[in-house]
């Protein structure tokens, strides 16, 4: 049996929309930041000779959970693991097993380190030696975001696969998530991808990700954290928006989700500084600090945990 584990990621310049019928291939490039903290684990076993197809079931282990995979989430999920099977000729059946090490209840499940951990763990279950930014190119196959989970602390995906970025500043970051809902969402994001190109303001978004993207990449190159912060929200407000505008319109942000990020403004406003701040195809916030802006995140975390769940890369779930 095979286990290996892979994080999870947050795009700053986010993937959002899918040249249609390219495998997963983005309408502009992203760029995240590796969450080495949030991590799926996945094993592989073969099954006997007598199987006749591939099958999941959760893994069972200490401090992770299982994720709770839908019907259609879990046949993506062994699509996936058949497609790297045919690419690299394996025959058989095998049992996948996995599971989070965050609760899949909260709100935070992306399948970026489900579909990167599946992609590494078959790649070392068939003995495959392939690099990463090979591994990259066949993870974004089964779902884009995971293509940017095999790199840290940044990843750059512009095409076909990802590749790490080693000169942007800052060094290793704090990161959070104020978990403001923990439902499921009413719009997966597969389904977001084709519904934003819906939007009237569609128009020129790839340019504005672009010209977000070498703003960003510069404000970290340069250590310009204001920079950085300012593009960081309006790229995720410029996605919500995309969201708002579909036809049919729909959304993710909620009451909670807006005093969460209105209370980051209010640092921002009376401090010159504070955490860059985004939020995914969901409600939830996520933080990130600078390693010197320690005492802020703690101050920070501590207030809106008088409200809602926040998991932090140093403090774990609270
Ligand atoms: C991202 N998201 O860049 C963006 C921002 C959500 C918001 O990639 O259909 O699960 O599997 O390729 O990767 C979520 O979409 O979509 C996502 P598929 P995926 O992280």
Redesign the pocket.
Known sequence: MTSVTAPS???L????G?VEGTG?R?TNA?L?YTMNHLVTEVSIAALPKEATEDRWRPLVKPGFGAPALSETGRA?FLNHFRFLKETWGVPGFHEIASANNFPSDCGLA???SS?AALTKAAARAFGRGESAEELSRLS?R?????C?SFFSPWAL?REEGAESVDDLGFGDLLHAAVVVSAGMKQV???E??RRVLSSPKFAGRPERAEQRLRELMSALREKNWTEAHRVTWDEFVD?HELFETSQPAFGYRNRASKDVVDACRHIWSFKNDGPLVTM???PNVHLLFRPDQRELADKMVTHFQEKHVVMSSWRGLK
């Open positions: 990621n947050i795009a310049i986010k993937y959002m899918k997963n983005p992203s995240s993506k992306s399948s970026a579909f974004r089964g779902s884009g975001s995971s940017r995906w997966s994001s597969s977001a991808h996605m995914d195809a969901g």
